[in-house]
């Protein structure tokens, strides 16, 4: 299983939302979602679009970044959001982010202390928390929560803490493991990516089972790194993600605009960046519906915008990883 980690950013949202509508979004897939801002808005008719599919996904919380994050009065709210049935929201898994600092008694009784059934619970760790072993030993969620990490290290912290519990010891270490990870090569600028060599982006889809995962994710083409928004970059860049055999690992490439002196034609820069992407597709026979949308853009003259291009370039990932799934 594959778990796309995505903000709750538009074009985030709508790559999974018209993914979903055209049918094109496999099972394999379970994208998470961490709210920015308003989850009654964009989040809210993508879930809806997921529920109405019977596809699952993952909401997180208790977000890190945008005007939700480190709240427990936000926590409270996309808890009751996500108890709303008559919002049309299906029955998605809570995603919980463990950080050294976070409160986890006051997040797990909101949780529990929440209408409708019980839904499995994502534990995404990012940092030791001295007081998640006793919180859940505490608790009654231990039999439906899974790990993300990004390494069987960060569990093995909690080992001496487990065995003091011996009543959740047994349930701890049969938990479901997810590797979750951040590989995108991110630059400062887009300028910097120009002379970017394509490079290995994980091989994550050929060993995690091996690894002794029962699923994987990252950040896709975008990263783990968070902004609010940016000016007209100095160069444009479209991140491939690719394979080159089928059962092989998954490289990335960049393709960047050259008349980068300034911020100036934005339109124009994407025209150069593109063909050097649709060039290198037809020399590695790469098709897939998002390069067919950059390809008809092209064809057409036409630019549809920074945000678009981000969510293609989402889209065309997620289509690599379903093939990669496909060839296991």
Not at 27 to 49: S, T
Not at 308 to 320: D, E, F, T
Request: some cysteine; proline content about 5%; overall charge negative.
């Amino acid at each position: 299983m594959y778990y796309p980690y995505l903000r709750g950013k538009q074009f985030e949202l709508l790559a999974m939302k018209e993914m979903i509508q055209d049918g094109t979004l496999k099972k394999c897939i379970h994208p998470v979602f961490e709210p920015i801002k308003d989850i009654h808005g964009g989040l809210f008719r993508v879930l809806h679009e997921f529920n109405q599919s019977a596809v699952d996904c993952t909401v997180i919380v208790n977000p890190q970044v945008g005007q939700l994050s480190d709240s427990l009065t936000e926590t409270a709210q996309i808890v009751k959001f996500l108890s709303d049935r008559e919002d049309g929201v299906g029955a998605v898994s809570i995603g919980l982010i463990v950080t050294p600092s976070t409160d986890v008694k006051a997040i797990l009784r909101i949780i529990q202390d929440r209408d409708g059934p019980s839904l499995p619970i994502n534990i995404f760790h990012n940092g030791h928390n001295d007081t998640l072993i006793p919180t859940l030993n505490q608790s009654s969620i231990i039999d439906r929560i899974s790990n993300f990490v990004d390494s069987k290290d960060v569990l093995r912290q909690y080992r001496t803490q487990v065995y003091k519990y011996p009543e959740i010891t047994q349930t701890w270490h049969s938990t479901g493991t997810i590797k979750w990870r951040d590989p995108f090569p991110r630059q400062k600028r887009n300028i910097d990516y120009v002379s970017e060599p394509a490079s290995l982006f994980s091989d994550d889809n050929i060993y995690y089972k091996e690894d002794g995962f029962q699923g994987f994710s990252d950040y896709q083409t975008i990263g783990r790194y968070y902004a609010e928004g940016g000016g007209l970059p100095r160069a444009v860049v479209l991140h491939l993600t690719y394979q080159v055999m089928n059962n092989g690992p998954i490289y990335i490439s960049h393709f960047s605009s050259d008349s980068n002196l300034d911020s100036s034609d934005t339109a124009g820069k994407f025209a150069e960046a593109v063909h050097k992407l649709l060039t290198f597709a037809q020399e590695n026979r790469l098709s897939n519906p998002a390069i067919a949308k950059l390809k008809t853009y092209s064809d057409n003259g036409s630019f549809p915008g920074l945000g678009v291009l981000k969510k293609i370039s989402i889209q065309n990932h997620i289509y690599v990883i379903q093939d990669a799934m496909d060839a296991i």
